[in-house]
Structure formats: C-alpha cells, structure tokens
C-alpha cells in the first residue's frame, strides 16, 4: 500500500510539470495572437537599431554611422554687364608743331658757358620772332658711333688715329651708348651699341695691320647715317680722319644733301696728321707735288669742317698729341650739357623747306 501511494505519488508530480511545460507554452503561443487580434501592426520593441542609410566601416557592435556631405549648389554664373548706351564714335585730332632746338653756348675757346636762364635767349624764325615754350640744360648720356680712318697710309695719320679713338673712349659713362666702325673701302661694325667700356677698347685693340690705301669717307658717313636714322633720340658721330676721300661711290654734294636731311645727328670731326703735314710742307718747300698735297688736305678739313657745322657739331684740327685728351672733353661737355629751347613757329606751313633760326 505504501508502495503504491509512493508509486502514484511520484506519477502525479510528473504529470503536474508536464501539465504547466504544456501551459507556458500554450501561453507563448497566444500571446502573439491576442496582438494580431487587437490589430495592433506594431512589432515589439527590439534592441537590434536600424542601419542608417550612409554605412561606414563595421564596429564591435556594428557599423559606424557617417551622416552624407550635403551637395553644395554651383555657384552661380556672373551676370554679363548690361550694355553700356550706344555713344557716337568720334575722335579729335590736332597736329601741333614743336621744334626743339639744342643750343650749344661757348667762349671764344670753346669752353661751355653754365648758368643762362630763359631771358637770356631770344629766338627769331626767318626773322620772325619767337616764343620760347620750354627751356632747360640737357645733362644725359649719349648715343654716339665712333667712325675712325684705319686704311694704309702714313703712320702718323694712323698714330693720331688711335690715339684720337682711346681718348675718346676713356671719355665715355656708364650709361653711354657706343658703336665703333672703321673704314677703308668700305664700312666695317668693330662692336655694335654697347655700354661696356671693355668691349670698345676691345673693338679699337683689332685695328693694328690696315688693309687698303682707299679712304671713302662719303660712303662710310652715308652709310652710318643710314644706320642711325631707325634709333630715336639725339645721335652723334665722333669722325677721326684725315678728311680725304679717294674712291667713294657716293659723291660730296650727295653726302651734303644726306647729312641735309637727318634728323637729331650731331656730327663732330677731328682732322689727324697735322704735324706730319707740317713737316711734309716744310720737307718739300715750294714744289709743285707738295702744293697740289697740301691742297688735297686744305679740302679734306674744308670738308670735315663743313660736316660738322651742318649738324650743329664742331671740327677740331689738333697739332699735338696732348690735345686729344682736351678735345674729348671738351666735346664731352659739349653734347652732355646743351642748352634746350623749343617752340611753336608761327609759320605753320609744313612745306618741307629749310628755315633760318
């Protein structure tokens, strides 16, 4: 009996724990369908979060969330001008005559006089008087081509010659623009504009063996001027030479009427050999030969002087050697401090004639 009471005992306690296993889930399962029942579409809650829409890299407890750059709008185009109002197109013109006159202002010797003002010029135009608009004492560097005689003749021509160049050449600035040229048959371009003093000294160092006995001075200054015309503000040629010419294409009244025509060329001359002539006149006394030479050289420094005065320069016609110095400095002073006037003629007639001033 008391087996059996143990035996049913034990039964009935396993029939309960099968019995409430079998409610809880009965329970799990309608627990769910009470919600449907109630119409209530929401899920429970969850701890799972969503996964934003911009992902970025995993994590230990999921992917980093990266919020997306927001596009910045174009910038926007800028807006054409409005069109300004139509304005007639018309233009003005007005030709005004200036002249500018360099007025060089000396001593008997030569030497440059400082210090004039304005009233102390008076400016007359064919005989018509003048009025001076601008005036003031021109200080600046210059534009020079030294042009030398270097052809096969006696050496003391050709001593004076270089002498006459390296004077000139230790004359110069350092803001000076210089060309060297020499000539026998022709033309010949030693060192183009330069301002280096070396590349000059350098140039005249070349000339040591001449070559031809021909000396043309009208086709070499010719063809210098030429060369000069295209380059803008006052020009001079320095010619060193004993003045003669033998063989020239080009004739004297030619090259009158060129150097007639330049504009802002200044030529200043200088005659060389002239002790050598002296004692070639005293050699050879009152011969025929020595006066028909002497004549040839009389023409020459006519010559030489006439270029020179035709351009507003000067000729000098040194007798010693120690002058060159003195003459380069004197011609220095001459085309670094001019006096400068300009003014409106009266006559404005553009007729292309010469007028005397």
């Known amino acids: 009996m008391a087996a059996q009471c143990r035996s049913r005992w034990g039964f009935s306690s396993q029939l309960s724990v099968t019995i409430i296993t079998t409610c809880f889930l009965i329970l799990a399962i309608a627990v769910p369908a009470l919600w449907a029942q109630q119409g209530d579409s929401t899920p429970p809650p969850s701890n799972t979060q969503a996964v934003p829409g911009a992902g970025g890299p995993e994590g230990d407890i999921g992917p980093y969330s990266v919020p997306k750059k927001k596009e910045e709008p174009p910038p926007e185009?800028?807006?054409?001008?409005?069109?300004?109002?139509?304005?007639?197109?018309?233009?003005?013109?007005k030709d005004v005559s200036l002249v500018t006159v360099p007025v060089l202002v000396t001593t008997n010797n030569g030497q440059f006089i400082p210090g004039l003002k304005q009233q102390n010029f008076k400016l007359w135009e064919d005989g018509v008087p003048?009025?001076?608009?601008?005036?003031?004492?021109a200080q600046a560097s210059i534009t020079a081509v030294l042009l030398v005689e270097f052809a096969d003749i006696p050496y003391p021509?050709?001593?004076?010659?270089?002498?006459?160049?390296?004077?000139?050449?230790?004359?110069?600035?350092?803001d000076d623009w210089i060309a060297v040229v020499y000539y026998d048959m022709k033309p010949h371009i030693l060192t183009d504009f330069t301002q280096d003093k070396r590349a000059v000294l350098?140039?005249?160092?070349?000339?040591?063996?001449?070559?031809?006995?021909?000396?043309?001075?009208?086709d070499a200054l010719y063809d210098t001027i030429d060369r000069l015309e295209g380059i803008e503000g006052r020009k001079y040629i320095i010619v060193i030479a004993t003045g003669r010419d033998t063989f020239s294409k080009i004739t004297y009244d030619k090259t009158l009427k060129r150097i007639q025509g330049t504009k802002d060329i200044a030529i200043f001359t200088v005659s060389t050999g002239w002790a050598f002539r002296n004692?070639?006149?005293?050699?050879?006394?009152?011969?025929?030969?020595?006066?028909?030479?002497?004549?040839?050289?009389?023409?020459?420094?006519?010559?030489?002087?006439t270029?020179?005065?035709?351009?507003?320069?000067?000729?000098?016609?040194?007798?010693?050697?120690?002058?060159?110095?003195?003459?380069?400095?004197?011609?220095?002073?001459?085309?670094?401090?001019?006096?400068?006037?300009?003014?409106?003629?009266?006559?404005?007639?553009?007729d292309g004639t010469y007028r005397k001033l």
């Open 130 to 137: 003048q009025s001076i608009n601008t005036f003031n004492l």
């Open 202 to 218: 350098g140039a005249l160092n070349q000339l040591r063996i001449p070559g031809f006995r021909e000396r043309n001075l009208f």
């Open 307 to 350: 270029f020179a005065k035709m351009t507003g320069g000067r000729h000098y016609s040194p007798r010693f050697q120690a002058e060159f110095p003195e003459i380069f400095r004197d011609v220095g002073n001459s085309i670094r401090n001019q006096y400068v006037l300009s003014y409106h003629p009266t006559n404005p007639q553009l």
């Open 279 to 305: 004692w070639m006149q005293a050699m050879s006394g009152n011969s025929l030969g020595g006066a028909l030479r002497d004549m040839d050289y009389l023409q020459a420094d006519n010559q030489m002087a």
């Open 157 to 174: 021509f050709l001593r004076d010659t270089l002498n006459g160049a390296y004077a000139f050449a230790q004359s110069l600035k350092p």
């Open 77 to 93: 185009r800028p807006r054409p001008p409005k069109n300004p109002p139509e304005i007639a197109n018309f233009s003005i013109t």
